[in-house]
């Protein structure tokens, strides 16, 4: 945790906050803190600052908040992905919180097990969650949007035209296509497969709505190893 | 398992192997093969060609073996890591393999907690197997070279100036320094820190051997999510 996330809840004036349970915890155990000492904290989306510790015992914690600096700038990528197995779903969403990734489509794909779709980890609190890890893990306050898309078809036809138009579109895929650009400065949708990778017939909608299928190289890479790498290539600076 | 990786010990004759246990299981049940059928196979620390099915039983396969690829170009990157926890380190190991690294080098360091020297996975044939996992992942067949050395200062003053001569040196630093640099095509020495980051004085001793402080702006990343982050921001094209 190298930032407290306040929310609007936890405010009982403009400038106060108490805070209990994991962020209190986190403070006694981690930071082995106490009143006066200064904390980074931030509003989430809203800006960063430090807030000083005011009173602490062991149901709770107030401090004094001053907010002045505004979080990371978001990475110009919406990110279509399918949908990860449940046990690699909490990392994927924490790393691409962590990177940057403010849009995030979760859509079906042939080669993604209908069960993945049951997983609890997709509700809404529970995506919440692993967001915050990645915001408080990465110093940010800006938390993602997520939207689920169960049906490839209709989501590519009907819902991508609008939602990717105006940027860069590329389908990751391992085969055939052109070497991924670097460092690309502009506005970008990526669309990456499940493990196995996209089918053929899905890799063809794709393209048809607009997408270049780009590769990594002759390595095949995990989900979770590909994604940062092809956020970093994509945008190096950011 | 995208490439079946032979060993000296697999062939039972100048072209034709014989393989059991986990390859087998993964050619009867992943593949679903039957004799005839071609699978892509290399041979470790060799190249890279295609295994045709001669027999196939409950007990072991054979296949006869062509190959005729040189395996993907290696990183021109000496890896320097503080030791990540256990839970972690198995997961890098592949990761890294899969990335291409074929030099890392296990370090101490002051918030590296002493236990985790203790692990298992550190045994040379632990090593040895997620090394193994991530080149089949990643179809390659080279081995990397993995080193480990618990005690900081020896290892820095005595060792790391000749292992790291002729390369660029970076150690990854969130605090001051200079932004990560971007493709840099040339063999470079990278030292990345345990969570939390080496202390001063460890920044320090790199630096005195020569080490540049870099950073990846104001996010702050696992170690797990940094490493090919970092490694794709300084080998894009590879």
Known sequence: MNLIVL???DFISPNRVRLS?????????VHRAAPGQQLRVGLLDGQIGSGEI???DEKCVELEVALAIDPPQPLPLTLILALPRP???KRVIQHLTALGVKKLVLINSYRVEKSYWQTPWLQEDKLFEQCLLGLEQAVDTQMPEILLRKRFKPFVEDELPSLS???????????GGTACPVDIKQPTTLAIGPEGGFISYEVEKLQEAGFQSVHLGPRILRVETALPV????????F
Do not use: C, N, W, Y
């Open 21 to 29: 349970g994991r962020q209190l915890e986190h403070i006694t155990k």
């Open 7 to 9: 929310q609007k809840h």
């Open 165 to 175: 138009s105006d940027s860069r579109k590329l389908v990751a895929h391992p085969v």
């Open 87 to 89: 046990k690699m779903l």
């Open 230 to 237: 092809l956020i970093s290539r994509l945008f190096p600076a």
């Open 54 to 56: 005011v009173t602490l």
